[in-house]
């Protein structure tokens, strides 16, 4: 999951996203979501059809399973967790 990580992280488009669903989180809080990592399932989704473009020839978007999914998805749920804070102080939100 790490490259697919990194993916987001280099793509402006991507990082746009993340920070968007960060926005939406801090302002909404986690109201009607049932497990957290489904608040960045959209973000996995642009981030699988921005790679696919990018890479044709890999295979390895392709094999991703439903638990390689979620852990992507949790990675930014525990990410928001950790920078949460620093989201005010840096007028992201």
Same mark, same amino acid.
Request: proline share 0%.
């Given at each position: 999951? @790490?490259? !697919? =990580?990194?993916?987001? *992280?280099?793509?402006?488009?991507?990082?746009?996203?993340?920070?968007?669903i960060?926005? #939406? /989180?801090?302002?909404?809080?986690?109201?009607?979501?049932?497990?957290?990592? @489904?608040? !960045? =399932?959209?973000?996995? *989704?642009?981030?699988?059809?921005?790679?696919?473009?990018?890479?044709?020839?890999?295979? #390895? /978007?392709?094999?991703?399973?439903?638990q390689?999914?979620?852990?992507?998805?949790?990675?930014?749920?525990?990410?928001?967790?950790?920078?949460?804070?620093?989201?005010?102080?840096?007028?992201?939100?």
């Amino acid at each position: 999951m @790490e490259k !697919f =990580i990194n993916f987001v *992280e280099q793509n402006k488009q991507l990082k746009e996203l993340k920070i968007s669903i960060y926005k #939406d /989180i801090y302002t909404c809080g986690w109201f009607g979501t049932g497990r957290f990592y @489904e608040r !960045f =399932i959209r973000l996995f *989704e642009v981030m699988r059809r921005h790679y696919m473009n990018e890479h044709k020839a890999s295979g #390895d /978007i392709l094999r991703i399973t439903t638990q390689d999914m979620r852990s992507f998805c949790q990675h930014y749920v525990n990410e928001y967790d950790s920078v949460k804070n620093n989201l005010f102080k840096l007028n992201i939100v």
